[in-house]
């Protein structure tokens, strides 16, 4: 199922709120990244969440995963954004997994052509009084794809053939 501003603005669904399920903690974020606001991103996790990033570095507590991504916000802008759920798993009533691939666009702030952005997430979710938080997530990119096979044998093929 496929989250994006569209489907989180019909729900009513704001970062500002108390997300009132894993789900809605999900339109949440995409609501937040394509409004470009940091606080409201940061203020889905815990106090004390981990989220690590495409690059491979790990952000400890809500500080610092609003200034990483308040840097993200900065470089670029009109951001678009969707999750595309692809499972999940409720052990119990306070505590979510879900997976799937991600997708955001925006262009760079500077002027340029869009950037298009994919990869796979995991992310772990717990009921707080405050609504749904996610306690850790884990975002990678999706590795480029494979040159197609006949443009590898042109480039094998010795000078003169």
Do not use: C
């Amino acid at each position: 199922m496929k989250y994006a501003l569209a489907a989180a603005l019909a729900l009513g669904v704001t970062p500002a709120f108390a997300q009132e399920s894993a789900d809605a903690l999900a339109d949440a974020f995409v609501a937040a990244v394509v409004a470009e606001d940091a606080d409201a991103l940061a203020s889905l996790y815990t106090e004390d969440a981990d989220s690590y990033d495409p690059s491979g570095s790990v952000q400890k507590g809500r500080a610092e995963i609003a200034a990483t991504w308040k840097q993200f916000f900065d470089a670029y802008d009109g951001f678009t954004a969707s999750l595309d759920r692809k499972g999940h798993h409720a052990p119990d009533k306070k505590s979510h997994a879900s997976w799937g691939l991600w997708t955001m666009s925006a262009t760079p702030a500077g002027g340029g052509e869009p950037v298009t952005w994919n990869g796979r997430y995991l992310d772990v979710s717990v009921k707080t009084k405050d609504g749904w938080k996610y306690i850790v997530d884990h975002a990678s990119m999706l590795a480029p794809q494979a040159p197609a096979a006949n443009a590898a044998a042109e480039t094998a093929k010795p000078d003169g053939e």
